[in-house]
């Protein structure tokens, strides 16, 4: 059994975003995306590409793509959640989702933009690796801390996930900016090289969260039979977040204001591309900045949870993130887009790091079957991904900007903030015995 609060152990824990967060940064937000846009507009002659035969602008694409990624995760995730509560095999699916995922990351370094339908599968499968291994990953969390470390552990993962991202992405412009003198023929050849490290990074350094995690097998065989536990385990989670309706209420907020903060973190590097002019370099050194800024909000966010509790932690967030969307419609020059990235990173640290804490915090005490309980939060997590980048991309399809897309994403935070004053949370969030 896991000792919880040993410090071995959370290092552990932790070192997991370290290992998989290089994904997250490197191939969904700094250096992918704005490959895939100026690989695919030289093979097809602009942003219009043959997809399956079927003609589509890249960016749009895009958004589908991810959007599939995470509603795939969200038929998958209650089976085998339920699965691995069965068989008390949670780090078994952390790893078949690890390894996906980095294999998928590495097949990227073949995508050279007219094999557009090899790099989208390939985007797709890194997606569901990193969302489906995040699952089993957080389930972990009520087993190494304590209600009381919940928040600060929480913020540490995020923390380690942001530095061990910003290493791995300066090595990635310096093997770009000095390609030829590390023996590539170009820069472009320098990237595609860099999602070989982002897959051998996140494979290798996950060995250490695998090494100290320990499985807790029932001994229970697992047949055909079990395959619907899952869906019997997501309907006893329900009944226990209907029944408590703090729960509820914040579960609600999240699943509101995640539609805004996930699809403005994964698409906000086509938004800079494509309406303010960023280039690549110049996007590299924006994420850079917003990485280390993000460490610095976890933390912050984090102490601000401590002395006024995590209702005005999170709230404090989202009246941040409607200005960021809000501004992000009237921007127009590349200092600005700077400075807005800044604030996003700042936040995103933030609101992702406590809202996964407080949730820890609401699962009632003594529950064995996390998996199954994250399970319910990624479903909502990944559901509010599939609406949000989706509404993004039809917006910019049916008005062709970019910006009434930004625009919309206020609405979710606004909503979302809204909803969660109403949930009431708790200074010390003593929730556990509460309704």
Known sequence: MLEKNNTRLINAWASFDWSNSVYNLIVTTAIFPIYYLSTTNIAFGGDTVQFFGISVVNSVLYSYAISFSFLVIVFLAPVLSGIADFSGRKKRFMQFFTYLGSLSCIGLYFFTGENIEYGIACTIFASIGFAGSLVFYNAFLPEVATEEKMDRVSARGFAMGYAGSVILLVINLVLYMKAELFGFENGSAATRFGFILVGVWWMSFAQIA????????????????????????????????????????????????????????????????????????????????????????????????????????????????????????????????????????????????????????????????????????????????????????????????????????????????????FAKLKKNLLLRAGS
């Open 210 to 421: 695998f090494y100290y995690l320990e499985d807790r097998a029932t001994g229970k065989q697992i047949t055909m039979g079990i395959l619907g536990n899952g869906i019997k385990e997501l309907k006893k989670v329900y009944r226990v977040v209907k029944d408590k309706k703090v729960m509820m209420r914040f579960l609600t907020a999240f699943f509101i204001y995640s539609m805004g903060v996930q699809t403005v973190m994964l698409l906000a590097p086509l938004f800079g591309d494509k309406v303010v002019g960023i280039t690549g370099n110049e996007m590299i050194i924006v994420v850079l900045i917003l990485q280390i800024v993000a460490i610095v909000g976890a933390y912050f966010f984090a102490l601000i949870s401590k002395f006024r509790g995590n209702g005005f932690a999170i709230g404090s967030t989202l009246i941040i993130w409607i200005f960021v969307c809000v501004a992000g419609y009237f921007l127009k020059e590349k200092m600005s887009f700077y400075g807005l990235a800044g604030l996003l990173g700042f936040v995103m640290g933030g609101v992702q790091s406590i809202s996964r804490s407080t949730y820890s915090k609401l699962i009632p005490e003594g529950t064995k079957d996390t998996a199954s309980f994250f399970s319910f939060y990624d479903i909502t997590e990944k559901l509010a991904i599939v609406i949000g980048s989706f509404s993004y991309g039809l917006i910019d399809m049916l008005t062709g900007s970019m910006r009434n897309s930004m625009i919309f994403m206020s609405l979710f935070f606004v909503g979302g903030f809204i909803v969660l004053q």
